[in-house]
Nanobody, 124 residues
């Protein structure tokens, strides 16, 4: 089970840190991704991390502003979001899968396990 948290309301230029905590399984061999979705749009890739090796991947729209990281001891993956913009407003979801290949790491279809969403609202 994945539990996403940390969303909220922030002004443009502000920061938030999202957390994705796993229970019932360990992340150690998984890839974990963050996706976001706004009403009427498809789920959009934000960032991902391969926990074995630590490789990270980012959508162009967030590169340089967002950082994905992990805490193995807490079985938790974080998404640090800085310099937030109103267009970052969305419901953010974390997802995990032990078998995601690199070519599919930005696709929601590549992930089997999903957490509930957490709302991020950035005001202008």
């Amino acid at each position: 089970q994945l539990q996403a948290s940390g969303g909220g309301l922030v002004q443009a230029g502000g920061s938030l840190r999202l957390s994705c905590a796993a229970s019932g399984r360990t992340f150690s061999s998984y890839a974990v991704g963050w996706f976001r979705q706004t009403p009427g749009k498809e789920r959009e890739f934000v960032a991902a991390i391969r926990l074995r090796g630590g490789s990270t991947f980012y959508a162009t729209s967030v590169k340089g502003r967002f950082t994905i990281s992990r805490d193995a001891a807490k079985n938790t993956v974080y998404l640090q979001m800085n310099s937030l913009k109103p267009e970052d407003t969305a419901v953010y979801y974390c997802a995990a899968d032990p078998n995601v290949i690199i070519s599919n790491i930005g696709s929601a279809l590549g992930y089997k396990y999903w957490g509930q969403g957490t709302q991020v609202t950035v005001s202008s």
